[in-house]
């Protein structure tokens, strides 16, 4: 099975642009989450698409947004970027039913640099 | 609001030292993952445990998980520079979502 793909894996922006990024779960998997990951911090948990519906959201302005399509590939999107929101990006995928949490798969991150 | 509280935030050993990292919820899990993550890497699922007092064990490494569900350990018996990385713990929210604890970073002194 192929794991969780994302792309782009790096990308460049300048503060005021906007930046969409793309996440491909494991086949058959339809949960995906984002996080965000700063240097020496933890996962900070952004949202959670299930079946296309956003299940959960973390505490993140709404600059910050998502969206999951039928096939269960997601994508956010960070609107006027800051200098701040220079960090990694992951999704991940599970195969979360809805009586129990499942193990997260993560994809590699897509590296997100703000000039 | 519910936390997980994941202790000490760096841990300095000699290769060949064991180590040990703890996580401690605010309220009851159901179950509860631990995740590594590699320098520059992504966090790679290690284990859930989801009985109370359940402990589990992968080759060096054993997970507990407390009695009363609020806390868990991971220790690694021997380390070796292959275990160098970040180990989070994580357990779930009434909505299913995970609650993260802040990690615990591995680093093998020379």
């Known amino acids: 099975k192929a794991g969780v793909t994302q792309t782009p894996r790096y990308l460049i922006k300048t503060r005021g642009q906007q930046v969409t990024l793309s996440c491909s779960p494991i086949?058959?998997?339809?949960?995906v989450s984002w996080y965000q990951q700063t240097p020496g911090q933890g996962l900070q948990f952004l949202f959670e698409?299930?079946?296309?519906?956003?299940?959960n959201k973390g505490n993140f302005p709404g600059r910050f947004s998502g969206r999951q399509f039928s096939n269960s590939r997601s994508e956010m999107n960070v609107s006027t970027l800051e200098l701040g929101d220079s960090a990694l990006y992951l999704c991940?995928?599970?195969?979360?039913?809805?009586?129990?949490?499942?193990?997260?798969?993560f994809g590699e991150g897509s590296r997100l640099t703000v000039l | 609001g519910q936390q997980v509280m994941q202790i000490p935030q760096y841990q300095h050993v000699q290769e060949g030292e064991d180590f040990t990292t703890y996580c401690n919820s605010s309220?009851?899990?159901?179950?509860i993952q631990w995740y590594k993550q590699r320098p520059g890497g992504h966090p790679v699922f290690l284990i859930q445990?989801?009985?109370s007092g359940e402990v589990k064990k992968q080759k060096r490494l054993t997970f507990q998980f407390g009695e009363a569900k609020k806390n868990s350990s991971l220790h690694i018996t021997a380390t070796q520079t292959t275990d160098v990385g970040t180990y989070f713990c994580?357990?779930?929210?009434?909505?299913?979502?995970?609650?993260w604890g802040a990690g615990t970073k591995l680093i093998i002194k020379p």
């Open positions: 991940a995928s599970s195969d979360s039913k809805m009586d129990r949490t499942r193990e997260l798969f």
């Open positions: 086949s058959g998997h339809r949960s």
């Open positions: 698409y299930f079946s296309e519906t956003q299940r």
């Open positions: 309220t009851t899990l159901s179950n």
């Open positions: 445990l989801v009985k």
């Open positions: 994580a357990g779930p929210r009434s909505n299913y979502q995970l609650i």
